[in-house]
């Protein structure tokens, strides 16, 4: 049997990006598989989050994933921290993960930057305990945009040395799911820097919250170069922005790179601008309304959690107890 798993911090605003690269195919497959959805609100914390700030825009993410079409009564749909689980896991992981692997990630050389001796020790950690999220349920296929696809290797190679060290078949070897035309959407300001929440300038990014004037207002303003639209994608990886926004386009309509790029050969920006806007105002539209209607009963949403984890507990809980009893974790 299949089982997925894919999770999203809610450290702010939802953006395209991880609706595009994660959020729409999470809903896709919710017809056809057993899913898990977690708010990983214990990975959050590996940056500095005000408590305050962390539960609302816990609530904000949940919303935006239930408003983008997620059943929370045909998946679970849950936050990390209400099963500890994930915690007790990703300590064995700790135990299991080489030092040597986690050096190599991106993501953490990244985020600490510089400042590398003051990153919390969580931020280094911090894939092993996407290990624990995945295999705490036995997940097989995990949903992500193109940035986690390093963290999945990791968390392969945990199951791996998992099974080899106690001489078990006991994990399954996770298959990363990247789909659709937009796995890496980037900034509307950079086509050469990834969207995220944490860019300083808002119109980097088009956001879940953000209504119809703020999302034209952005796809009009974002970075172009002085060409026409391309007959074909031979050549775009020279023109980052043109790609990005032919890939978000193509996202949209549900349609490849190469029938995008057909569609709008020989366009100028400015009349391919005003369909993505709206493309994207279409579809985006929906969803802020129905986010925002559902933010105005943050007790239904604390309720759609609360059962999450319940359901989630209740997998969880025996495959981590054959887990204890594995490593020899005595339990009288
Ligand atoms: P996070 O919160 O950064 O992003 C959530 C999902 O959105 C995708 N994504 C993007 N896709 C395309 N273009 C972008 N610009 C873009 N930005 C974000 C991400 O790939 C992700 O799928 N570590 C994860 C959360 C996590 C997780 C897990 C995921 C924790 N445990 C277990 C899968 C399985 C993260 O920080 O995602």
Redesign the pocket.
Known sequence: MNRI?????PTGNLHL??Y???IRNWVRLQRDYECLY?V?DM?AITVWQDPAALRASTREVTAGLVAAGLDPAKNILFNQSQVSGHAELAWIFNCVARLGWLNRMTQFKEKAGKQRENASAGLYVYPNL?AA??LLYKATH?P?????KQ?LELARDIAQKFNGDFGVEFFPLIEPLILGA????MSLRDGTK???KSDASDYSRINLTDDADAIALKIRKAKTDSGVLPETPAGLEARPEADNLLGIYGALADKSLEDACREFAGASFSVFKEKLVERAVAELQPIQTEMKRLLADPASIDSILRSGAERARAIAEPILKEVQAIVGFLRP
């Open positions: 798993f894919s999770g999203v911090q990006g991880n595009l690269g994660a977690c990983v990975h996407m999220d995945i995990v992500v945009g193109e940035d986690q963290h937009a796995t890496r959407v990834k969207m995220s």
